[in-house]
T-cell receptor, first 113, second 116 residues
C-alpha cells in the first residue's frame, strides 16, 4: 500500500481556508485517496475521497494533482469546530480481497480565533 | 452524527475480570471492524468481519475475542487484560470490506477502556 506523508501540525485562522497537504508519491493507479478527521475523544469521521478527479462535498474539497502523487484537502471556511487530527489514507480497491483503512500519523489542525 | 453505536462509552475493569464491548449498526452494512487507539496514536486495525465471518485478525492476543452474532451486532469479549490494553476501542462498519467508490467506513464514538 502507498505510504502517505503529512505535516505534523498546522494552524489556520477562523474563517479562512484551511489547506491540508498530503504526499503519496508511491500511489498506484487503482488506489483511492481518503480523508478522515478525528476530533478529540471522538471516533474518526469520514470527510471525502477521490481517485483522479477533484471532488467536493458539503464538508470539503479534495484536489488531486495530475500525477496523483499528492493531494490537498481544503476546508473553505474553517471554524473552531474543525480543530482535529486529519488523516490522509491511500487504499487500493482490488477485487477478491479485503483492503482496509490503515491510518498514518495525520495532521493536527488547530483553528485559531 | 454516527450511526454506529458503541456501549459502554467508558469501562474500568480489573485484570481478572471478563467484560464485553458492544457495537450496533442498522445501515445494512455487511462488514464490521474493531480498531484500537492508544493516546496520541492513530487507530490500529484489530479485526474485520465480513458477512458475519471473521476475515481478518491482525495478530491480536487471544485475551481479545470478537463475536458477530448477526449482521447488525459486533462484540469484543475481554478477559485477563493487561494495563497496557487500556485504550479507546473503535467499532466501524461499511457496506462491504472492499474499499471502492461509495463504500465508506463509518466509525462509532468508541469505548474508553481502562484496565487496573
Amino acid at each position: 500500500d502507498a505510504k502517505t506523508t503529512q505535516p505534523t501540525s498546522m494552524d489556520c485562522a477562523e474563517g479562512r481556508a484551511a489547506n491540508l497537504p498530503c504526499n503519496h508519491s508511491t500511489i498506484s493507479g487503482n488506489e483511492y485517496v481518503y480523508w478522515y478527521r478525528q476530533i478529540h475523544s471522538q471516533g474518526p469521521q469520514y470527510i471525502i475521497h477521490g481517485l483522479k478527479n477533484n471532488e467536493t462535498n458539503e464538508m470539503a474539497s479534495l484536489i488531486i494533482t495530475e500525477d496523483r502523487k499528492s493531494s490537498t484537502l481544503i476546508l473553505p471556511h474553517a471554524t473552531l469546530r474543525d480543530t482535529a487530527v486529519y488523516y490522509c489514507i491511500v487504499r487500493a480497491s482490488p477485487s477478491g480481497s479485503a483492503r482496509q483503512l490503515t491510518f498514518g500519523s495525520g495532521t493536527q489542525l488547530t483553528v485559531l480565533p | 452524527d454516527t450511526e454506529v453505536t458503541q456501549t459502554p462509552k467508558h469501562l474500568v475493569m480489573g485484570m481478572t475480570n471478563k467484560k464485553s464491548l458492544k457495537c450496533e449498526q442498522h445501515m445494512g452494512h455487511r462488514a464490521m471492524y474493531w480498531y484500537k487507539q492508544k493516546a496520541k496514536k492513530p487507530p490500529e486495525l484489530m479485526f474485520v468481519y465480513s458477512y458475519e465471518k471473521l476475515s481478518i485478525n491482525e495478530s491480536v492476543p487471544s485475551r481479545f475475542s470478537p463475536e458477530c452474532p448477526n449482521s447488525s451486532l459486533l462484540n469484543l469479549h475481554l478477559h485477563a487484560l493487561q494495563p497496557e490494553d487500556s485504550a479507546l476501542y473503535l467499532c466501524a462498519s461499511s457496506q462491504r470490506t472492499v474499499l471502492s467508490s461509495g463504500n465508506t467506513i463509518y466509525f462509532g464514538e468508541g469505548s474508553w477502556l481502562t484496565v487496573v
